[in-house]
């Protein structure tokens, strides 16, 4: 699966990440705490840092949240692939603790905010 910006774009998947998580948050995710839950946007075009620079600001300045916006954005230092058991983890395990608790309210905003990208 590769990423398609003819079907959705960089602007609108910043938006949805920006609305299914929270970025206030510093190095967490509700009940997970560490660096590798911190809220990030990692760029490896100069345009999508520049999508990136004017969503935080226009966040900023229109103060979405009611706290400060920790999402860092950094240039893409490394990628590793998930593990297979981790690809499409809540489509294979819907029932499972973490995806009834998190996932699911995540997945249900999703399509609830963003119908029209969401498929059926």
Avoid: W
């Amino acid at each position: 699966l590769a990423y398609d910006p003819a079907q959705v774009s960089t602007r609108q998947l910043l938006e949805i990440f920006m609305a299914t998580h929270d970025p206030t948050q510093l190095n967490r995710q509700g009940n997970d705490v560490g660096t590798q839950y911190r809220s990030g946007i990692y760029f490896t075009t100069p345009e999508q840092k520049a999508v990136a620079d004017e969503l935080m600001a226009e966040i900023g300045k229109d103060r979405l949240f009611d706290a400060p916006v920790v999402t860092e954005v950094a240039p893409l230092a490394h990628y590793f692939a998930a593990e297979d058991y981790h690809q499409d983890f809540f489509e294979k395990n819907p029932h499972q603790g973490y995806c009834l608790a998190v996932a699911a309210p995540k997945v249900a905003k999703f399509r609830k905010t963003f119908r029209e990208l969401a498929r059926a």
